[in-house]
């Protein structure tokens, strides 16, 4: 006879495993994309802190030029910074979701064992399973969201270094114009 309970223990006990296997390989993939996230973000924090020291020279040298490129530069960094940070919270949702659903399932799959020893834990894991996939359905929207977030620090610094090119390719021409117009009013 427990032979018989064992087989049966262990067979719905089983049936969250896969879940929870699957939910542990996107823990690590998501625990590896917010250490990515962490050093970016420290990156950042880094180039704010060389551009203030240039943003303060320039300004102290008088430089209207400097103050402007590198106040744009911090204003970008802080945009960027505010972003990640996001970014960061969104992946810390999905982790803490998807951990959350493992610790259900889990629990479910204990509560399958004892179910067959004790019938009425069949309606508690059957909760706990339920909970479990609503945990694990809403870290992938978190992380589906962090992942339509994902470009946008990208595309404001590329916003930002094609303004910057496209200033000094302007100043250069302008630069250039005026130099051959004044060459033109010297030529008799």
């Known amino acids: 006879m427990f032979a018989e309970h064992w087989s049966k223990i262990v067979v719905a006990s089983v049936a969250p495993a896969v879940v929870i296997s699957a939910s542990g390989l996107l823990c690590l993939a998501f625990y590896n994309r917010l250490a990515a996230?962490?050093?970016?973000l420290r990156a950042v924090q880094r180039e704010r802190l060389q551009e203030l020291k240039l943003f303060r020279a320039a300004s102290a040298s008088g430089d209207s030029s400097g103050v402007e490129s590198h106040g744009r530069l911090l204003?970008?960094?802080?945009q960027q910074t505010?972003?990640?940070i996001k970014r960061a919270h969104l992946i810390r949702l999905t982790l803490l979701c998807?951990?959350?659903a493992i610790s259900f399932l889990i629990t479910s799959s204990l509560l399958n064992g004892v179910a067959l020893v004790w019938p009425s834990a069949a309606i508690a894991a059957a909760a706990t399973f339920t909970l479990g996939m609503l945990s694990l359905l809403t870290g992938i929207i978190a992380a589906m969201?962090?992942?339509?977030a994902a470009l946008d620090v990208v595309k404001l610094e590329s916003d930002l270094v094609s303004d910057l090119i496209d200033c000094d390719v302007e100043m250069a021409c302008d630069g250039e114009r005026i130099a051959d117009g004044i060459l033109a009013s010297q030529v008799p």
């Open 98 to 100: 998807l951990l959350g």
């Open 82 to 84: 505010a972003r990640i």
């Open 37 to 40: 996230i962490v050093s970016r």
């Open 145 to 148: 969201l962090e992942l339509r």
């Open 75 to 78: 204003n970008n960094l802080a």
